[in-house]
RNA sequence: GCCGGCGUAGCUCAGUUGGUAAGAGCGCAGGAUUCAUAACCCUGAGGUCGGUGGUUCAAUUCCACCCGCCGGCACCA
C-alpha cells in the first residue's frame, strides 16, 4: 500500500533572491524527500510558492519605487528560476498574490479566518496605535523611530532601544517619527482580531508531545523542535493579532464595520498558500476539491520543511489555526533545519544581504553544476546544529569526495568496459565471494539510505551513498581487473559486470540527492528514461547491454582569488 | 537573568538504549598501482571524548556543579 505525502517547503519572501542558506535550510531537503518517496513508488505532491504579503515586501517596494504587485512578481519568478536550476522540482509553485493563484488563496484565507472566527477562537480588541497620516497606515513597531523613554537615545526603535537595550510600547517612544514618510504620526485607535492561542496550549502540548516517539511510519520529531515549541508552551502562549491595518494582503472578510480596510496579518494567510496552491494544482489536474485528498484524509502525511525561524508558525501557530478550523488533520511531521552560516574571511558570519556575504543561487549556477552544491548542501547541512558555508570546503569535497570516490568510479568502470569488453555489460561468469559481497553490498546500501531519508537524516544518508561508492573502488583496486583481463578474462568479465551493476545502483541511489548527474548515468548505460524506481537499484541489467559514451559527471574546480569567491 | 543547543584526532564532524566503538571523511606523511578527471588503493595520528565531583562492577554515553562558545526570550519573520 503505498503512502501518501504532502510536502511542503517553507514560502519564501518574495522580495529577494535566494541563497545557499534558503536552499540547505528547507527546499533542498524537501526537494531529496520528495524525490525519494516518489522512487519508492509513494504518492507526493510537493508544494510550494512565494509568500508575497510580507511587510518586508512592501518595504523594499517603497524603495525601489514600483508598485509591490510588480515587485513581488519579479521575485516569484526570480526565485522560481533559481529552484528549476537547482533541479528543486515542486508539483506546483504559487505565490499569495501571484495573479493566476489569488482567487483561489483569497477564497481559502478567507473560509479559514471565517471559520475559525464563527468557532469563536477570535477575541476582537481595540488598542492605540502610532498612524501615519501621509502614508495613510498605522505603524507597525518597524516603521517608527524616536527618542527611547529611558536613556534619551535619539534613533531608538519602535520597540527597543539599541543604545541601552531596553524595551517598551511604541506609544512611549518620545518625540516619534514614522520611517515611511518622517512625519510625526499621531495616536489612533484600532480594533485587531487576536487568536487565542492560549486556547490551544494544552492540545498542542499532547499533540506535541506524542511526536517526541516514533508515531505511525512517521519518525519522531527533532528534539531542537519539539524543545523549542513545547518550551514556548510552558512559558504560556499569547493572543496573537491575526489582523493588520495594511492595503497589502487578504481583505478580513467579516462584516464587522471594524473590520473595514483590514487585511490579514501576513502569517495567517502564508501557510494556508500551502492548502490553496494544492487546490490550484488539483483544480489544473481537473477537480479543485481534491486538495482534500492530501489535506483532510488521514491517509495522507504532511511534512513541512522550514527553516528554524518557522518553527513557531508550522508548530503552534499553524496547527493551532487548523484546530480553530476543525476539518483539517495536523502536519505529521515538521522537520525544521539550523541556520547555514558563511565563513567569510576567515570568520564564521551570518548570511546577510547587507554583509555582501550571502552566496547567490542564481550567480553560483553561472559558473558552477547544480549537483556539487546539491551536495555539499546535504553534506553539511544543519540538521542538528548551525554549520558554515565554506568555499574552500566545498571545492575540497567536489574535488576529493564527489569527483574523487563517486564520479571516479563510475567513469573508471564505463571506459574500462568499453576499451575491453566492446562497450556491452560483460558476462556474469562465475561470483566469487568478494564479488558477491559488492552485489550485497549495493542492497545493503539501499536500505541503509532508506532507512536515513525516512527519517530525515539527508547527511547520514548521503554518507551511506559515499560509503557504497568508496567500497566499489577498493573492490576494484583490490580485483586488479586491469591484470586479470590478461590472465583470466572471463574473471575481469565478472569484476565488470559487479561494477557495472554498482554504477547503475548509484545512479538510483543517488537520484533524489544528485538528479542532473544520476539522468547522465542512466544515459551512459543507455536505460530508458523515466521516474526513479528505488527498488531498481538492485535489478541487474543484463550482459549486452549497451554502454555508451562515457561523460564526465563532475568537474575538478579551483579556488580562484578571494574576491569572487562569495559576491 | 531565564530557556535551549553545543564543546570528541590538525580541520569538519558520527557516536542509537552506559561495558573490546573511541570512530569516519578531509588534510598531512610514507608506500603501492595504472582501468580512471595527478584520480584510485594500502599504512600511520597514540586524541585526558571542555573541567570537577557523583551514581555504577563499568561512563564520552546517566546526575550535579563549573568554564567556554552560539542561539531564543519583539505587534521579526
Known amino acids: 500500500m503505498p503512502r501518501r505525502f504532502l510536502v511542503t517547503a517553507g514560502l519564501p519572501y518574495s522580495n529577494g533572491r535566494l ?23 509513494n504518492e507526493v505532491c510537493f508544494v510550494c510558492g512565494s509568500d508575497d504579503h510580507g511587510v518586508a515586501s512592501l518595504m523594499k517596494a517603497r524603495e525601489e519605487g514600483v508598485p509591490v504587485e510588480e515587485l513581488v512578481g519579479r521575485y516569484n519568478r526570480l526565485q522560481e528560476e533559481d529552484f528549476g536550476g537547482l533541479g528543486i522540482e515542486f508539483d506546483i509553485y504559487g505565490g499569495t498574490h501571484r495573479p493566476e493563484f489569488l482567487e483561489t488563496h483569497t477564497r481559502f484565507s478567507q473560509s479559514m479566518f471565517r471559520r475559525v472566527h464563527d468557532n469563536g477562537y477570535f477575541v476582537k480588541r481595540t488598542t492605540k496605535q502610532l498612524y501615519d497620516v501621509e502614508a495613510d497606515q498605522f505603524l507597525p513597531d518597524r516603521y517608527v523611530e524616536g527618542t527611547c523613554p529611558k536613556c534619551g537615545n535619539e534613533d531608538a526603535h519602535g520597540d527597543q532601544c539599541d543604545n541601552c537595550g531596553s524595551t517598551y510600547d511604541q506609544i512611549e517612544l518620545e518625540n516619534p517619527r514614522s520611517t515611511i514618510t518622517g ?22 502540548r499532547e499533540w506535541l508531545e506524542t511526536k517526541r516517539e516514533p508515531h505511525g511510519d512517521q519518525p519522531a520529531w527533532r528534539p531542537t523542535v519539539l524543545n523549542f515549541v513545547l518550551g514556548q508552551i510552558k512559558g504560556g502562549l499569547p493572543e496573537r493579532a491575526m489582523t493588520r491595518d495594511l492595503h497589502w494582503g487578504i481583505p478580513v472578510p ?32 481537473g477537480n479543485e476539491a481534491d486538495y482534500e485528498r492530501w489535506w483532510k484524509s488521514e491517509d495522507s502525511e504532511i511534512v513541512h520543511f522550514i527553516g528554524e525561524d518557522n518553527t513557531v508558525f508550522h508548530a503552534l501557530v499553524f496547527p ?22 558563511i565563513n567569510f574571511g576567515g570568520e564564521e558570519q551570518k548570511i546577510s544581504k547587507s554583509r555582501g556575504n550571502a552566496v547567490w543561487v542564481g550567480e553560483y549556477l553561472q559558473d558552477f553544476d547544480p549537483d556539487p552544491l546539491r551536495y555539499y548542501l546535504t553534506a553539511v547541512a544543519p540538521e542538528t546544529s548551525r554549520t558554515a558555508f565554506d568555499l574552500a570546503d566545498f571545492v575540497q569535497r567536489n574535488n576529493s569526495e564527489l569527483l574523487g570516490a563517486l564520479g571516479n568510479f563510475v567513469n573508471r568502470v564505463l571506459t574500462f568496459t568499453r576499451r575491453f569488453f566492446d562497450g556491452v555489460v560483460p558476462p556474469v561468469g562465475t561470483r566469487d565471494e568478494a564479488d558477491a559481497a559488492q552485489i550485497a553490498a549495493i542492497a545493503r546500501a539501499q536500505t541503509a539510505i532508506a532507512e536515513n ?3 530525515h537524516r539527508y547527511k547520514a544518508a548521503l554518507g551511506e551513498l559515499m560509503a557504497l561508492s568508496r567500497e566499489a573502488n577498493v573492490y576494484f583496486n583490490e580485483k586488479e581487473p586491469w591484470a586479470l583481463r590478461k590472465t583470466d578474462p572471463e574473471a575481469a568479465g565478472t569484476v565488470l559486470n559487479v561494477c557495472v551493476q554498482t554504477v547503475w545502483s548509484l545512479a538510483v541511489l543517488m537520484s533524489p540527492f544528485l538528479p542532473f548527474s544520476a539522468a547522465r548515468i542512466r544515459t551512459m548505460l543507455e536505460r530508458p528514461e523515466g521516474d526513479w524506481v528505488w527498488d531498481s537499484a538492485t535489478e541487474e541489467l543484463p550482459a549486452g547491454s549497451p554502454i555508451g559514451e562515457p561523460v564526465l559527471l563532475f568537474r575538478q574546480y579551483e579556488l580562484e582569488s578571494e574576491d569572487d569567491s562569495a559576491e
Open 183 to 204: 512625519t510625526t504620526p499621531e495616536l489612533r485607535e484600532t480594533t485587531h482580531w487576536h487568536l487565542s492561542l492560549d486556547r490551544f496550549q494544552e492540545p498542542l
Open 453 to 455: 531519508l525516512d527519517a
Open 19 to 41: 541563497h545557499v542558506g534558503h536552499v540547505a535550510g528547507a527546499y533542498l531537503p524537501a526537494d531529496i524527500f520528495a524525490r525519494f518517496q516518489r522512487a519508492r513508488g
Open 320 to 341: 493551532a489555526m487548523l484546530m480553530a478550523e476543525g476539518t483539517y488533520q495536523l502536519p505529521s511531521q515538521v522537520v525544521s533545519n539550523s541556520y547555514l552560516n
Open 254 to 285: 467579516l462584516e464587522d464595520p471594524d473590520a473595514e480596510g483590514k487585511v490579514m496579518y501576513v502569517w495567517f494567510d502564508a501557510p494556508i498558500g500551502y492548502i490553496s496552491f494544492t487546490a490550484e494544482l488539483m483544480k489544473r489536474q
